[in-house]
């Protein structure tokens, strides 16, 4: 059973930069069979893809976010991690990190979530 | 690019039966699978209905999914509501996979 898990700062000053990472367990992060992605929910509302990593590197971003999004994976330490600049109070959310199924494009598991909070 | 279109709340009796819609705004509805979540205040989404109409194992068979290709529209099936029931869905698909596309999210109160 495939677990992760975020982790990173809970409090991020307008303009710099927000930096997670997630822990998977239970499964190779070099599997071919997933994308590892981020999704966020700001406070009361829905869900929005930020984007997904293969374990070859290859990033996909939603494009509204693109500029300011770096998704990296470390494959000796089962882990990815979501890098966004340039963060304003509109970031503040609860941010995911998920496992995609590569060719259903499903979202098969889904972290526990860890609410970033943008503000001075 | 694409947009999937929910309604934002929906209400109904327990023991009855709600139906959720959510409609993709270009391309054909059929032409990628849609997932439906569910998701309970405070907690990560949970699948409740995969690949259009499956469902996993421990969800019961009181959540049905479909698609409707007239309509462009998927749409997941509550049927025998429980208070239990009453949570925020949200339907995903994908375009050009593996870019994700949620749906706007729907409240389902279960009065």
């Known amino acids: 059973q495939l677990q992760l898990q975020e982790s990173g700062p809970g409090l991020v000053k307008p303009s710099e930069t927000l930096s997670l990472t997630c822990t998977v367990s239970?499964?190779?992060?070099?599997?071919?069979?997933?994308?590892w992605g981020w999704i966020r929910q700001p406070p009361g509302k829905g869900l929005e893809w930020i984007g997904n990593i293969y374990y070859n590197g290859n990033t996909y971003y939603k494009p509204s976010l693109k500029s300011r999004v770096a998704i990296t994976v470390d494959t000796s330490k089962n882990q990815f991690s979501l890098k966004l600049s340039s963060v304003t109070a509109a970031d503040t959310a609860v941010y995911y990190c998920?496992?995609?199924?590569?060719?259903?494009?499903?979202?098969?598991?889904w972290g526990q979530g860890t609410l970033v909070t943008v503000s001075s | 690019n694409f947009m999937l279109t929910q309604p934002h709340s929906v209400s109904e009796s327990p023991g009855k039966t709600v139906t959720i819609s959510c409609t993709r705004s270009s391309g054909s509805i059929a032409d990628n699978y849609v997932q439906w979540y569910q998701q309970r205040p405070g907690s990560a989404p949970t699948t409740v209905i995969y690949?259009?109409?499956?469902?996993p194992s421990g969800v019961p068979d009181r959540f049905s999914g479909s698609i409707d290709s007239s309509s462009n529209s998927a749409s997941l099936t509550i049927s025998g509501l429980k208070t239990e029931d009453e949570a925020d869905y949200y339907c995903q698909s994908y375009d050009s996979s593996p870019y994700v596309v949620f749906g706007g999210g729907t409240k389902l109160t279960v009065l």
């Open positions: 690949e259009d109409n499956q469902r």
């Open positions: 998920a496992i995609i199924r590569r060719w259903q494009v499903r979202i098969d598991y």
């Open positions: 239970g499964g190779s992060i070099s599997s071919t069979s997933y994308y």
